[in-house]
Nanobody
């Protein structure tokens, strides 16, 4: 089993920044990918960004390219999502997830955190 715990959400004005963290514990070696998803009220959970634990290669949803940066610290088993130039439409609960292969579909991820709220005011 792998346990994931997000932190760093909050309330920020449009144009501001936040950094989310995802601390992983347990059998982390069984996963290859860490990703961030978000879910706004009344909407489906959507992919935001992902990163390979081994080489740090990132991949992003088009909606966040150039504004969000995903990274990881293997020594700490922690992933990060730096979010800059936030927009009201970024408001959602953000979840980190871990899986064994490249994917952007939530059902293909094996482990999930509890989520952290990000609210961007206009």
């Amino acid at each position: 089993q792998v346990q994931l715990a997000e932190s760093g959400g909050g309330l920020v004005q449009a144009g501001g920044s936040l950094r989310l963290s995802c601390a992983a514990s347990g059998r982390t070696f069984s996963t290859s990918i860490m990703a961030w998803f978000r879910q706004a009220p009344g909407k489906e959970r959507e992919f935001v960004a992902g990163i390979f634990w081994s080489n740090g290669a990132p991949y992003y949803a088009d909606s966040v390219k150039g504004r969000f940066t995903i990274s990881r610290d293997n020594a700490k088993n922690t992933g990060y999502l730096q979010m800059n130039n936030l927009k009201p439409e970024d408001t959602a609960v953000y979840y980190c997830a871990a899986g064994r292969r490249f994917a952007i579909v939530p059902s293909l991820f094996d482990y999930w955190g509890q989520g952290t709220q990000v609210t961007v005011s206009s």
